[in-house]
């Protein structure tokens, strides 16, 4: 069953985000193209540049994932390679997904830097529990604090609630738990054999503030694409930013397509749908596309650099340790014995 299961998810996951484009669709196919491209048109240079001033502080402020990560599993793994790592693996995460991006991706650097595959796994899974500690506490305050509806077709094709403070209160108890957990449990969990101590009150607290400021400064990228005229505030936008980012992780969706532009058109506002799909395309292109072309040829160079340094290891095991040192000798003959 449990295998079915598995074979079964990417199908589903597909199933709902065709189903999510197609309510996109049906959303804006009333809009002609010259109204998307006056909408592109009116959009200001200065939002543009904006957008990629906070598009690049969302990127430094998700070194900080991988940051905590490494300083937990206690590896004196250097900034630089962490640095590395955290870009190269959110953007292709954030484009192909997270088994075949994040999680793929971020095993073959961090193993090539002398990780063990024990590090890896925790590594790992400290950055998946910051991402879902800043959706569940940043989320749950702002559901509490600037609740609205949902629309009865976002509804039906995402599976969120309809109204959003309870489930404002449920991600707020879910972080509660969390907090408690990790401030009273001393006991190492124990994963095939291997002890895996969970992060203390004070890695949470900082986990926390990482991911609600990475977040925030993520949602500040796709407002200041807006337009300036749309009566809609900057925390009332964050709480919709949220609720999309928490029908992405519930659906899988790679890169959110669908599901999150379809909660993000819905809940903006009716008269002004094709600026915000402008905006949301303009957003994927600097937050998405941009960064996932230049840290593509990053992990293609370091893996060229792993295949190199192995290469000239074997080389040394075959020649001798001089052998990459000079020019390569022709090996001396024995004398003639005429």
């Known amino acids: 069953m449990k295998r079915l299961l598995h074979q079964l998810a990417p199908i589903l996951i597909l199933a709902v985000t065709a189903g999510c484009c197609w309510l996109l669709y049906t959303q804006l196919r009333e809009y002609r193209w010259a109204d998307i491209r006056q909408a592109w048109n009116d959009m200001p240079a200065s ?26 599993i206690e590896h004196p793994l250097p900034l630089k390679k962490i640095a590395f790592g955290s870009f190269v693996g959110f953007a292709i995460s954030y484009t192909l997904g997270a088994l075949l991006g994040g999680t793929s991706v971020r095993y073959r650097m961090y ?58 209160w449920i991600l707020i108890g879910l972080t509660a738990i969390y907090f408690a957990i990790a401030g009273l449990w001393r006991t190492p969990l124990k994963v095939q054999g291997h002890k895996i101590k969970l992060p203390g009150l004070r890695m949470s607290l900082l986990q926390v503030l990482v991911a609600a400021l990475d977040f925030a400064v993520a949602a500040g990228c796709l407002y200041v694409l807006l337009p300036d005229d749309l009566p809609l505030g900057y925390t009332r936008f964050l709480a919709i930013y949220m609720l999309a980012w928490v029908a992405v992780v519930s659906t899988h969706a790679p890169g959110g397509v669908g599901v999150f532009d379809v909660v993000i058109v819905s809940l903006t506002h009716e008269s002004r749908k094709d600026a915000v799909l402008v905006a949301l395309l303009v957003y994927r292109f600097i937050y998405y596309l941009l960064p996932f ?11 060229a650099t792993i295949r190199g340094s192995k290469t000239n290891r074997l080389v040394m095991r075959m020649f001798g340790e001089n052998a990459l040192s000079g020019p390569l000798q022709v090996p001396p003959t024995k004398p003639d014995a005429s």
């Open 47 to 72: 939002a543009l540049w904006k957008a990629g001033g906070l598009a690049f502080l969302s990127y430094v402020v998700l070194v900080g994932y991988d940051f905590l990560a490494v300083r937990s």
């Open 111 to 168: 193993s090539s830097w002398g990780l063990t595959t024990v590090e890896i796994l925790r590594l790992l899974v400290t950055v998946g529990i910051t991402f879902w500690l800043g959706v569940f506490a940043l989320g749950g305050v702002l559901f509490v604090v600037a609740p609205f509806e949902i629309p009865a077709e976002v509804v039906a094709k995402t599976g969120l609630p309809a109204t959003i403070r309870p489930l404002g």
């Open 293 to 303: 072309f230049i840290a593509v040829p990053m992990f293609l160079l370091h893996e």
